[in-house]
């Protein structure tokens, strides 16, 4: 009978924590989000993907007993929803190709602990998916958590916080794979399926994902692409006669997991030059409010940002080194959007083919690496003074005489949080098949 309640509690919890963070948006476009809870109820690790939010839930009620961030370290840039799908390639401002940590909708000021907690729940999840044995696991994770502490004490002794990346020269394994897969891809490629060519321009190709603009909307998202340019930092702007001239704009959806429901567009611009390969196209996404907010006392950190696009925007250049020249933010009626470049060079991690522990052990000691680069560095154009301090220093403040400890905590906090999940994978499923999600299952 205890275990029958306890179920039915746990249930309550996972059903008011998803209405909570995503009601408007399931009313907005109950199709999208019934596609989204579709993907969710396919395995542990795809929920675990979609509910960042009852994640900050329990983590913000457990005691923190240990009081692993101190000194400021409880207080810092991180990225919000750490997991081991969300890393892959990307063009820098530089024009080098770099692995890094990618998507940052749901960055947010915190406890530095809590992106090592998420990402460790998710290693042992995407592990125990593979049939690991939990010894295998906790090496895996506790190879991650080392990975980050060695690397956080190279920032100590460092005087440059930029000389760290994950690049074609350095890399090995798969990591090495992905970013040779990026080198090969070309922008025709991907103008060529996404576009058609029409009186010797280019223009979106319609098809499930697109819908064209009544000109009212179409007026707006023009308008709110000007705006967009000019928060383009000075260092990253290219010459503004003729890099952003508009050519065409869509309407886009279509996105993964964690976008589902977010009203997008596609910007079609002529790039870096007359020619046609040469075109870009730009992303202008709504910005959703981070999972973590739900749970923290908000007001100093809501009162920076304009909106939850400006917070996005802010957030990744605080947490990325050489970040996207393209990047920007604007609004449309009021509320905020993430402008970007949808770049032909993004190659996402595929853990499908990393199987057994010794390939693994290999790529979380570089996932170890980035998630402190991401925490220590930031980019060049970066003038946030949220966090004024030396993230590094104030992480080795908070562990000195306790770096073993963490790590045993965290493989043991990882592996039993996973167990968590699949109980909540289970309940989720049948919550969702009976309606009682917010949300029909058909």
Avoid at 54 to 62: I, K, Q
Avoid at 133 to 142: F, M, N, Q, S, W
Avoid at 230 to 252: A, C
């Amino acid at each position: 009978m205890a275990s029958g309640t306890a179920s039915t509690d746990r249930t309550t919890v996972i059903i008011e924590v998803l209405r909570d963070a995503f009601a408007p948006l399931m009313r907005a476009d109950p199709a999208a989000f019934r596609a989204k809870y579709r993907k969710m109820a396919r395995d542990p690790h795809a929920f675990y993907r979609g509910t960042a939010c009852l994640f900050y839930r329990d983590v913000t009620a457990e005691p923190d007993v240990h009081d692993w961030a101190r000194h400021g370290a409880e207080r810092i840039w991180i990225h919000g929803d750490l997991h081991v799908e969300n890393f892959g390639t990307y063009l820098n401002s530089d024009g080098r190709l770099i692995f890094d940590v990618n998507d940052f909708d749901e960055a947010y000021v915190g406890r530095f602990t809590w992106d090592l907690q998420r990402f460790a729940a998710s290693l042992a999840l995407l592990a125990w998916q593979k049939a690991l044995p939990e010894d295998a696991i906790r090496k895996l994770i506790g190879r991650y958590v080392r990975s980050y502490l060695a690397q956080v004490s190279h920032y100590v002794a460092s005087e440059d916080d930029e000389d760290f990346a994950i690049r074609l020269d350095n890399a090995d394994g798969p990591v090495l794979g992905a970013l040779v897969v990026a080198r090969a891809m070309h922008r025709s490629d991907l103008l060529d399926g996404m576009t058609t060519l029409k009186d010797g321009r280019r223009r979106f190709a319609e098809d499930a994902t697109t819908r064209r603009l009544a000109r009212a909307e179409r007026t707006r998202v023009v308008a709110a692409f000007r705006a967009y340019l000019d928060t383009i930092p000075e260092s990253k702007r290219f010459d503004r006669d003729l890099f952003y001239e508009l050519r065409d704009v869509v309407g886009k959806s279509g996105f993964g997991i964690g976008s589902a429901g977010l009203p997008a567009y596609n910007v079609l611009v002529e790039g870096y030059s007359q020619v046609l390969d040469n075109d870009v196209v730009l992303s202008m996404k709504q910005a959703n409010v981070p999972a973590v907010s739900r749970f923290v006392d908000t007001a100093e950190v809501d009162a920076y940002f304009d909106h939850e696009g400006h917070r996005t925007v802010v957030s990744q250049r605080a947490l990325q080194v050489h970040t996207d020249p393209l990047l920007g933010h604007t609004e449309i009626d009021g509320v905020g959007y993430v402008v970007s470049e949808v770049s032909p060079y993004e190659v996402d991690l595929d853990w499908s083919e990393i199987n057994e522990p010794d390939d693994m052990r290999s790529v979380v000691d570089l996932l170890g690496r980035a998630t402190a680069k991401i925490h220590c560095a930031s980019d060049e154009d970066s003038q946030q003074d949220l966090v004024d301090f030396q993230v590094e220093e104030a992480i080795a403040r908070s562990l000195e005489g306790r770096r073993n400890e963490l790590v045993t905590w965290l493989c043991d906090w990882g592996i039993a949080y996973a167990e968590q999940v699949r109980t909540d994978h289970a309940l989720f499923v049948d919550a969702f098949r009976e309606g009682r999600v917010g949300i029909a299952a058909t």
